[in-house]
T-cell receptor
Framework: NAGVTQTPKFRVLKTGQSMTLLCAQDMNHEYMYWYRQDPGMGLRLIHYSVGEGTTAKGEVPDGYNVSRLKKQNFLLGLESAAPSQTSVYFC???????????FGPGTRLTVL | GENVEQHPSTLSVQEGDSAVIKCTYSDSASNYFPWYKQELGKRPQLIIDIRSNVGEKKDQRIAVTLNKTAKHFSLHITETQPEDSAVYFCAARERLTGGGNKLTFGTGTQLKVEL
């Protein structure tokens, strides 16, 4: 898990503001994922990437965009934040020898 | 797509007792089933997993069983301790047609181990 970092750890936004969350890994894994976690709803997949330059939609992609220009970084963007996007966001990486998935430390986002 | 159901949503046991959490999945093509433990304010941590060619796997006090025919799998924790108190998530992994794979998670079980 030490190989996955997320920036920032906390953020408060006003409705309509934009921001970008950064996930960085040093484990050279192919797959990267963005989840959101809300009380009672588990972890829901927003977008994912199976390799550098590729992205795809998950279960709850609306209101978010992503990019993976470099293998080690996966960015999640909110163009116009809404209160419904208040959540904890986790990045995860997957692949490697046993194809396990590991999570980053999370970003707590509040939209007022 | 895959759908994973997890029960119970909350579980309270006495220290030293066993705890069992059950999950069902819908996609028979899913072939890997991890379990994650999440302590308050922390990230989910992988604690054990099982692949579809295995029926049971143990690691000290925790074990996971898989019934492919019935499409369900379970987490068993024996001799529970206060530090086992956390939220536990099951997941099922499906392969993607374009390559790679993704996990679908259950909604979690809040386990409380009481002294």
């Amino acid at each position: 898990n030490a190989g996955v970092t997320q920036t920032p750890k906390f953020r408060v936004l006003k409705t309509g503001q934009s921001m970008t969350l950064l996930c960085a890994q040093d484990m050279n894994h192919e797959y990267m994922y963005w989840y959101r976690q809300d009380p009672g709803m588990g972890l829901r997949l927003i977008h994912y990437s199976v390799g550098e330059g590729t992205t795809a939609k998950g279960e709850v992609p609306d209101g978010y965009n992503v990019s993976r220009l470099k293998k080690q970084n996966f960015l999640l963007g909110l163009e116009s934040a809404a209160p419904s996007q208040t959540s904890v966001y986790f990045c995860a990486i997957g692949g490697g020898r046993f194809n396990e998935q590991f999570f980053g430390p999370g970003t707590r986002l509040t939209v007022l | 797509g895959e759908n994973v159901e997890q029960h119970p949503s909350t579980l309270s046991v006495q220290e030293g007792d066993s705890a069992v959490i059950k999950c069902t999945y819908s996609d028979s093509a899913s072939n890997y089933f991890p379990w994650y433990k999440q302590e308050l304010g922390k990230r989910p941590q992988l604690i054990i997993d099982i692949r579809s060619n295995v029926g049971e796997k143990k690691d000290q006090r925790i074990a996971v069983t898989l019934n492919k025919t019935a499409k369900h799998f379970s987490l068993h924790i024996t001799e529970t301790q206060p530090e086992d108190s956390a939220v536990y998530f099951c997941a099922a992994r499906e392969r993607l047609t374009g390559g790679g794979n993704k996990l679908t998670f259950g909604t979690g079980t809040q386990l409380k181990v009481e002294l």
